[in-house]
Nanobody, 120 residues
Framework: VQLQASGGGTVQAGGSLRLSCAASGSIVSINDMGWYRQFPGKQRELVAAVFKDGRINYADSVKGRFTMSGVNAKNTIYLQMDRLKPDDTAEYYC???????????????WGKGTQVTVSS
């Protein structure tokens, strides 16, 4: 299984970016899929995640500004980031819990990071 992330970049404060993440490989089921971010010297923290039952969780710091899509038929999610702030500057990582074998236990996967930089 691979997670291919894209969409990072540099934007001015107040601007928007859209991140995408596509899961590929031998996928039986996706339990959840989402985005984490990591600030220098800090641990990764949840930004937003969508669960198999349709629930979407957001970090308090992004509620009202970021919008997570559901997992579409191409096993892809999108994170629309609006009203970006310099505090959103971080490396963003796609994450998914995926079942690859019928009746098997799901495993956790990470994509490569994509840098988001918001200038003031």
């Amino acid at each position: 299984v691979q997670l291919q992330a894209s969409g990072g970049g540099t934007v001015q404060a107040g601007g928007s970016l859209r991140l995408s993440c596509a899961a590929s490989g031998s996928i039986v089921s996706i339990n959840d899929m989402g985005w984490y971010r990591q600030f220098p010297g800090k641990q990764r923290e949840l930004v937003a995640a969508v669960f198999k039952d349709g629930r979407i969780n957001y970090a308090d710091s992004v509620k009202g500004r970021f919008t997570m899509s559901g997992v579409n038929a191409k096993n892809t999610i999108y994170l629309q980031m609006d009203r970006l702030k310099p505090d959103d500057t971080a490396e963003y990582y796609c994450n998914a819990e995926i079942q690859t074998i019928p009746l098997g236990a799901p495993r956790n996967y990470w994509g490569k990071g994509t840098q988001v930089t918001v200038s003031s």
